[in-house]
């Protein structure tokens, strides 16, 4: 599991950042690559597509991570 915290929420072209909240974790579901795209699971319940650059990793010891990716879907 791979984890981020949101650390830009300007508008950016067609991306509308109203579901993100700045410092806030986020769990990534899938990055594509060839776009610097991340897939998580915003604000809002639903999984959408967000520029990487709006985030920066987050370490997180793996005995961690399954309760972290429970917090995470608690207040999702």
Do not use: W
């Not at 610097?36 to 597509?49: A, K």
């Amino acid at each position: 599991m791979k984890f981020v915290v949101c650390l830009k929420t300007e508008e950016m072209g067609d991306f509308s950042c109203d579901d993100l909240t700045l410092g806030r974790l986020y769990e990534v579901l899938e990055v594509e690559d060839s776009h610097g795209m991340l897939r998580l699971i915003d604000d809002s319940g639903e999984d959408y597509l967000y520029p990487g650059d709006y985030f920066e990793t987050v370490e997180i010891p793996l005995r961690a991570t399954q309760r972290v990716h429970n917090v995470v879907l608690h207040y999702a």
